[in-house]
């Protein structure tokens, strides 16, 4: 897989159309922490808004709370929400994928949990505009491979209707 290449063809445009996904979600933060073990204040997602199960697809949202004390110190006079949160974003987006695929669902399952995951590398990252205090963020993410123990995604994060990073990273399940 040539990530350069992947990542080059989707700085400017969407991976997919949210409005297109088949599976209209309106999932919060209690639902989506039935499903990763991230919580307050690490929990980056405020929703999942869809998904599809057959071709692997989620949008995740978030609002950039301006008084987020991430935007006091980067940078002072000048906020921009740091890119390292934004593969984070992306990262847990996929975590909720995964979820939804290898349990070839569509809703949450009464007996629901995290799975316990490690991060094991971002093969690769552009940042292309800022994320600023006060905009809502819709996060896009798609597999490219799941199995047992390994799942890679391409992800997204869109603001304003502009892509503000793009990633492909990769996480191993104990």
Do not use: W
Request: aromatic residues 8%.
């Amino acid at each position: 897989m040539d990530i350069e290449a992947l990542l080059k063809s989707y700085r400017k445009k969407p991976l997919f159309a949210e409005a297109d996904l088949p599976v209209k979600a309106g999932m919060n933060q209690n639902d989506i922490c039935r499903i990763i073990p991230h919580r307050k204040s690490f929990l980056l997602l405020d929703s999942i808004t869809g998904f599809d199960i057959k071709e692997g697809l989620i949008a995740c949202r978030r609002h950039l709370d301006p008084a987020d004390p991430v935007f006091e110190g980067h940078f002072p006079g000048t906020p921009i929400y740091p890119g390292v949160l934004q593969i984070e974003m992306i990262g847990q987006a996929g975590l909720c994928l995964h979820y939804f695929v290898t349990n070839n669902r569509e809703t949450l399952a009464a007996d629901a949990a995290p799975v316990m995951l490690r991060a094991t590398k971002i093969l690769g990252a552009l940042y292309l505009e800022p994320l600023l205090p006060g905009m809502e963020a819709v996060i896009l993410g798609r597999k490219l491979s799941f199995d047992s123990y390994f799942a890679t995604i391409i992800g997204q994060v869109i603001a304003d209707g502009k892509v503000c990073a793009v990633a492909v990273g990769e996480v191993v399940f104990p």
